[in-house]
């Protein structure tokens, strides 16, 4: 990570922990993209399906490192019984949110599974592109706006010299 990228991160941290606190930006912290809950009912997801996502993403923090939470983990994290949380991955399994890789060790048994969250991104991607164009648009409207109202119109005025 180069020097100025460093300092973008440490600046986001510091605007971070004056808004939730230093403490609480200590003990942890996970990104989402808002897209994900803020067009939730257009990727057919529930509240309980998001909380399963945002338990995904916190365990999930380098790109090649997928997230590997068991599900008893994450119920008793949301407070719903593990068969819940194993029905609502299946169903995002379906969906192809979510791509599950069994771990199984010979002789060991099972590991937590990998999941793979390539599909929602692919499925949420129009939706960000969505919203990007309509962030553009009132943009582009508020500047139309302001530089119809007090900017004086400059003219070029050509003298006889």
Do not use: C
């Not at 809950?37 to 998001?50: K, M, P, Y």
């Not at 338990?55 to 590997?68: E, F, M, N, Q, T």
């Not at 599900?71 to 949301?78: D, E, G, H, S």
């Amino acid at each position: 990570m180069d020097v100025a990228k460093k300092r973008d991160v440490a600046g986001d941290q510091k605007v971070n922990e004056k808004k939730w606190s230093k403490e609480l930006m200590a003990a942890g912290w996970t990104v989402l993209p808002n897209i994900l809950f803020e067009r939730q009912q257009a990727l057919g997801l529930d509240s309980i399906d998001i909380n399963i996502l945002l338990h995904l993403a916190s365990y999930w923090w380098k790109p090649g490192d997928k997230p590997r939470p068991s599900k008893v983990t994450i119920a008793r994290a949301i407070g719903v019984d593990p068969r819940t949380v194993q029905r609502r991955i299946a169903n995002m399994e379906a969906a192809k949110f979510i791509r599950r890789e069994q771990r199984r060790i010979v002789g060991a048994g099972s590991k937590p599974n990998l999941y793979h969250l390539e599909g929602l991104i692919e499925a949420a991607k129009p939706f960000a592109a969505e919203k990007i164009a309509e962030q553009r648009m009132k943009a582009d409207q508020r500047a139309a706006r302001a530089g119809k109202k007090g900017r004086p119109t400059l003219r070029v005025v050509k003298s006889d010299e």
